[in-house]
T-cell receptor, first 112, second 114 residues
Framework: DAKTTQPPSMDCAEGRAANLPCNHS???????VYWYRQIHSQGPQYIIH???NNETNEMASLIITEDRKSSTLILPHATLRDTAVYYC?????????????FGGGTRVLVKP | ETGVTQTPRHLVMGMTNKKSLKCEQH?????MYWYKQSAKKPLELMFV???????ENNSVPSRFSPECPNSSHLFLHLHTLQPEDSALYLC?????????????FGPGTRLTVL
């Protein structure tokens, strides 16, 4: 599976948009970009995923560059409850055994 | 609530004990997973079950023994663990073979081995 690179940490202000970058320059054509987050002492929570088009749901937006070598997760109005570690994961979709390979993620601290 | 429950939430055991972790998913999924999260380390995949068959075993020591009796239940049997096995153990499930085969995680079991 392709490797991802994320900044180790970032702060953002409550109520402002949080833009979380992820580099995945070795991504291959059949690999999707997934984002999860893990709030302290809880299990990871799925946020969003995409292949090449931008995606939006009730939690966030995912912007994937045209060459697919990087992406940005956007939390449109960050709240204190969005403080968590955010993981960008790239993986193909197989018939069985679709494992997730977690890296270090970005530790996001939302400040009042 | 994600639809994946884990019991117990906390467990303290000695190195000679035998215990089991339980995971149950209420989502109708056909795949289940065990992950391990040690302090200051990324999550590590341990086992994958798809349609109740183990499809992946990531070089996990034999003192960890998984069991998947049906598509809704997953166990992790523990025996003669070491202190370095202390970690958060997370269970997840997904519906494979669909367009949205995302994994849903339980809250985890915090294991301490004395």
């Amino acid at each position: 599976d392709a490797k991802t690179t994320q900044p180790p940490s970032m702060d953002c202000a409550e109520g402002r948009a949080a833009n979380l970058p992820c580099n995945h320059s070795t991504i291959s054509g059949n690999e999707y970009v997934y984002w999860y987050r893990q709030i302290h002492s809880q299990g990871p929570q799925y946020i969003i995923h995409g292949l090449k088009n931008n995606e939006t749901n009730e939690m966030a937006s995912l912007i994937i560059t045209e060459d697919r070598k990087s992406s940005t997760l956007i939390l449109p109005h960050a709240t204190l409850r969005d403080t968590a570690v955010y993981y960008c994961i790239v993986r193909p979709r197989k018939a069985a055994g679709n494992k997730l390979t977690f890296g270090g993620g970005t530790r996001v601290l939302v400040k009042p | 609530e994600t639809g994946v429950t884990q019991t117990p939430r906390h467990l303290v055991m000695g190195m000679t004990n035998k215990k089991s972790l339980k995971c149950e998913q209420h989502l109708g999924h056909n795949a289940m997973y065990w992950y391990k999260q040690s302090a200051k380390k990324p999550l590590e995949l341990m086992f994958v079950y798809s349609l109740e068959e183990r499809v992946e075993n990531n070089s996990v020591p034999s003192r960890f023994s998984p069991e998947c009796p049906n598509s809704s239940h997953l166990f992790l049997h523990l025996h003669t663990l070491q202190p370095e096995d202390s970690a958060l153990y997370l269970c997840a499930s997904s519906q494979e073979g669909t367009l949205l085969d995302t994994q849903y995680f339980g809250p985890g079991t915090r294991l301490t081995v004395l």
